[in-house]
């Protein structure tokens, strides 16, 4: 079996990219200050990389897949081209209450379930307790407990009260003085 990393997984909107509602349009994404730095350093430092994000704005019918799709493709050739290669984006388009269709779901990969972190977990050799879960809501900071990660982040402007399982970073660069150095 091929030797285990580390992984971080970082939320899309709020984490990523600026939070505006239901961004699914490139001319309205907008990268978060730091983040291919971040990302970058963690490649450098033997992290595999992940996105993982819900989103319910498909299920709800405000986008599709494929508009979902062609700016996820934009998303990474973007990370590439800065030598910050993201592995993989895991995404839930369910919703349990608004989807519509096939989207009207409770799903196990919507966070602040831990499907997706377990689907990269089955899909790629990740040393689960070493990893970084980073998110911008408490309900991936759920998902990130759930999988068994123990360095949880919570992106955060506002002064919050940590509450025991996870830290407040300010500022996406903070993620860095979590960084296991010279895996």
């Not at 839930?92 to 519509?100: A, E, M, R, V």
């Not at 831990?114 to 990740?126: R, S, T």
Request: glycine letters at 8%; charged letters at 30%.
């Amino acid at each position: 079996m091929e030797n285990k990393r580390p992984a971080i997984f970082f939320d899309r909107d709020g984490v990523i990219n600026i939070e505006k509602n239901y961004v699914y349009q490139i001319k309205d994404f907008e990268f978060t200050d730091g983040i291919f730095e971040l990302i970058y350093k963690a490649k450098q430092n033997n992290y595999l990389i992940f996105i993982i994000t819900n989103q319910a704005g498909i299920g709800r019918g405000f986008y599709t897949e494929d508009q979902f799709n062609i700016l996820n493709d934009w998303m990474l050739e973007k990370f590439k081209s800065k030598k910050a290669k993201i592995d993989k984006v895991y995404f839930c388009p369910h919703h349990p209450k608004y989807g519509k269709g096939k989207y009207l779901k409770d799903s196990h990969r919507r966070k602040p379930n831990p499907g997706m972190i377990e689907d990269a977990c089955n899909e790629f050799p990740i040393d689960i307790t070493n990893s970084i879960m980073v998110g911008d809501k408490i309900s991936d900071i759920e998902a990130g407990i759930s999988a068994g990660i123990r360095t949880n982040l919570l992106y955060s402007k506002k002064d919050l009260e940590t509450k025991g399982s996870f830290a407040i970073i300010k500022k996406i660069s903070d993620v860095e003085t979590y960084l296991i150095q010279g895996n």
